[in-house]
């Protein structure tokens, strides 16, 4: 069985949500944000980052681009990708790892940019220039959504599109700033609310509602 290491409104939700709609079984370890920098669960995952996600040989994987692939391939007959080695498939890969590179790793930039420097002022320049890049991207997807979706593959839903819903969450100002600006996002983003598979795992997450900007 498999075991998610999972923090809530992390990195894992992603995972979470498609281990939730696959419906193969899994055990789900909740844990703090302070567990995850333990030397203990370091031994994991290196960097100190979730998901990670437990196989049944003992070992484990992390990066949740990774994980999201690994579980629809290992389910194909669940149909939440494409058959494996098809064109489609191919498209499918290159769309998450797309998320992945220009989404998710300038959102850590932006999140973490005092690691980059000390000076306030450069620290500021950075974090917009950050989410700027990724903002650009979703501008993409949602172009992309507008003339071939509703759905990342088209008509048939697939993991890629819990994928783009979690990082929809992380962004800034905030998600709801985004879906206002992006329709077709925000159409797939209230497809995904309304999936009955995924209710207590939203709920879980905290992420049933669409998030405001801080105040």
Known sequence: MYKLYNVKRWGSMAPHFVLEELGVPYQNIWMTPEQVRTEEFRRLSPLGFVPALGLDDGRVIIESMAIVAFLTDAHSNRKLA???????????????????????????????????????TLQGKIRDKAIGD??????????????????????????????????????????????????????????????PKLKAALEAHGVMQVGEAAT
Not at 91 to 113: G, H, K, Q, R, W
């Open 134 to 195: 990724y903002a650009r991207v979703f501008d993409i997807l949602n172009a992309r959504l507008a003339e071939e979706g509703p759905f990342l593959m088209g008509e048939e839903f697939s993991a890629a599109d819990l994928y783009l819903f979690m990082l929809t969450i992380f962004s800034k100002p905030s998600e709801r700033d985004l879906l206002d600006r992006c329709q077709s996002i925000a159409k797939l983003s209230a497809h995904i609310r309304q999936r």
């Open 82 to 120: 494409p058959e494996p080695g098809s064109e489609d498939s191919a498209v499918y890969l290159s769309t998450l790892a797309f998320m992945s590179f220009n989404i998710y790793s300038m959102m850590n930039f932006a999140e973490f940019v005092e690691d980059y420097s000390d000076d306030p």
